[in-house]
T-cell receptor, first 114, second 113 residues
Framework: ETGVTQSPTHLIKTRGQQVTLRCSSQ?????VSWYQQALGQGPQFIFQ???????GRGNFPPRFSGLQFPNYSSELDVNALELDDSALYLC?????????????FGSGTRLTVV | KNQVEQSPQSLIILEGKNCTLQ??????????LRWYKQDTGRGPVSLTI?????NTKSNGRYTATLDADTKQSSLHITASQLSDSASYIC????????????FGGGTRLMVKP
């Protein structure tokens, strides 16, 4: 059974650029959720995809978007990067669209915007 | 407003000692509460998960308690080890579709020899 894999592990981008982060879900899981974790803070929910459709979104602007593929892997896209977007981006996979199951987190992508 | 507050923000203890971390939440409607351990720069790893009807749950040296009436939870660590040094995050989920895990800010624990 494979866990959650995120790529890349580290990334440096310039303000105004666009970035795509990737996540492979754990085998058997069909739901992926994304979180932003600023240094020294708890993660903040960005959005969730269940069976290729977004079914929940946190308080993030539209320049944060994503999608989920038929194999349940997912991408997070951020346009027009701002300095405050610098954070650890975490992906978690789970089974089902309810919050009752277990979540498996990846190790995250560390994004630095300069 | 759905919030999760943790205390203390940081804690230093000596190896072998016990400690208790606190979590208060206002998330509603409540589905379950989880405690995660997060090493620096890594993803969170689940320690315990409790539903409304569960008062306590253990995972080795970790014991979590839940009082759904007062909306409080605690995580007790016994006989601490150097490897327990990490952030401990309390996470509460709402009972509705679309997830909405609400994370606390975490307690940063440092265990010293």
């Amino acid at each position: 059974e494979t866990g959650v894999t995120q790529s890349p592990t580290h990334l440096i981008k310039t303000r105004g650029q666009q970035v795509t982060l990737r996540c492979s879900s754990q085998s058997g899981h069909n739901t992926v959720s994304w979180y932003q974790q600023a240094l020294g803070q708890g993660p903040q929910f960005i959005f969730q995809y269940y069976r290729e459709e977004e079914n929940g979104r946190g308080n993030f602007p539209p320049r944060f978007s994503g999608l989920q593929f038929p194999n349940y892997s997912s991408e997070l896209d951020v346009n027009a990067l701002e300095l405050d977007d610098s954070a650890l981006y975490l992906c978690a996979s789970s089974l089902g669209d309810r919050a009752s199951g277990g979540y498996t987190f990846g190790s995250g992508t560390r994004l630095t915007v300069v | 407003k759905n919030q999760v507050e943790q205390s203390p923000q940081s804690l230093i203890i000596l190896e072998g000692k016990n400690c208790t971390l606190q979590c208060n939440y206002t998330v509603s409607p409540f589905s379950n509460l989880r405690w995660y351990k997060q090493d620096t720069g890594r993803g969170p790893v689940s320690l315990t998960i409790m539903t409304f009807s569960e008062n306590t749950k253990s995972n080795g040296r970790y014991t979590a308690t839940l009082d759904a009436d007062t909306k409080q939870s605690s995580l007790h660590i016994t006989a601490s080890q150097l490897s327990d040094s990490a952030s401990y995050i309390c996470v509460v989920s709402r009972y509705n579709a679309g997830n909405m895990l609400t994370f606390g800010g975490g307690t940063r624990l440092m265990v010293k020899p």
